[in-house]
């Protein structure tokens, strides 16, 4: 009777190591046992994330050089320490980051993605951790500033980012110029900045960062009715069939109410580079 006793209290306690050991993530360790949680983002997408120099109370270093800052890496770090993992983020191109989740090089994208059906095909999608609307960005001193409709934009000059909601919305303005996608947001602030585009699709928080740190542009917000019809939520993503890893992540994300994230985002705004 002693010797079953003994027998399942070891057993008992081999789970709970287990438990506490793992978060459902790829499995890597850093070292000492405790598993890592693995975040892509872009790091060069103002306020959901961004690079910078010196390290801060809200900041994740990089590997290689500098710190990866903004409402994602909150939101990752967070995440985090809820589910009793050490975090790591990856900077990876915008490209490049749904390969990435598919390989296993990194656990989850937070990288202020929406889950569109196409990319459901390819990976799993918590509920949205943010929610927007969609707005566009133009020079101060252009009339375009007074824009109140999709039509005030006929004939101009529109760039969206590349592989991204802002490009496909634009063919929902009438007799637009659609251009050219660039890669990344800094790119189109200076096509805009340097005349070659007459306005840039935005989620109203980038716009407000990207105004805050040029004053020189403004952010069109639609009347109601007039404006993009568009998804402006963005969730997590995981590869596709890891329910685990998923699980986990949307209960440790059930938790964060949504004044904190809310709040979260003002901060990030406030505290992103100048240069952004």
């Known amino acids: 009777m002693n010797q079953r006793r003994i027998a399942a209290a070891a057993l008992a306690a081999m789970m709970a190591l287990m438990m506490l050991a793992g978060?459902?993530?790829?499995?890597?360790?850093?070292?000492g046992g405790t598993k890592t949680f693995t975040v892509g983002m872009e790091c060069n997408y103002a306020p959901f994330n961004w690079t910078q120099v010196e390290s801060d109370d809200y900041s994740v270093a990089l590997e290689g050089a500098?710190?990866?800052g903004g409402y994602d890496v909150m939101m990752a770090k967070t995440l985090a320490e809820k589910m009793?993992?050490?975090?790591?983020?990856?900077k990876l191109a915008w490209e490049g980051l749904e390969p990435a989740v598919t390989s296993g090089e990194i656990d989850a994208i937070i990288a202020g993605m929406t889950a569109t059906p196409e990319r459901k095909e390819n990976a799993d999608f918590t509920t949205p951790y943010y929610e927007s609307e969609m707005v566009c960005i133009v020079r101060a001193?252009?009339?375009?500033?007074?824009?109140?409709?999709?039509?005030?934009?006929?004939?101009?000059?529109?760039?969206?980012?590349?592989?991204t909601l802002y490009d496909?919305?634009?063919d929902q303005?009438?007799?637009?110029?659609?251009?050219?996608?660039?890669?990344?947001?800094?790119?189109?602030v200076l096509a805009l900045q340097n005349?070659?585009?007459?306005?840039?699709?935005a989620e109203l928080p980038v716009a407000t960062g990207v105004v805050t740190s040029n004053p020189n542009l403004a952010i069109v917000r639609f009347a109601d009715g007039q404006g993009f019809e568009a998804d402006t939520t963005v969730?997590?993503?995981?590869?596709?069939?890891?329910?685990?890893?998923?699980?986990?992540?949307?209960?440790a994300l059930d938790t964060i109410d949504a004044d904190t994230r809310n709040q979260w985002m003002t901060d990030a705004v406030s505290r992103q580079p100048a240069n952004e």
Do not use: R, W
């Open 66 to 68: 500098g710190y990866a």
């Open 141 to 163: 001193d252009d009339p375009l500033a007074k824009a109140s409709s999709l039509a005030d934009f006929t004939g101009k000059n529109v760039q969206g980012q590349q592989n």
């Open 23 to 31: 978060c459902g993530g790829n499995g890597n360790s850093n070292g």
């Open 235 to 251: 969730s997590i993503a995981v590869k596709k069939g890891n329910t685990e890893l998923l699980n986990s992540i949307q209960a």
């Open 84 to 90: 009793g993992a050490t975090l790591v983020i990856k």
């Open 195 to 201: 005349g070659d585009a007459d306005a840039l699709t």
């Open 173 to 188: 303005i009438p007799g637009v110029n659609h251009m050219t996608p660039l890669a990344s947001y800094p790119l189109m």
């Open 168 to 170: 496909e919305i634009i």
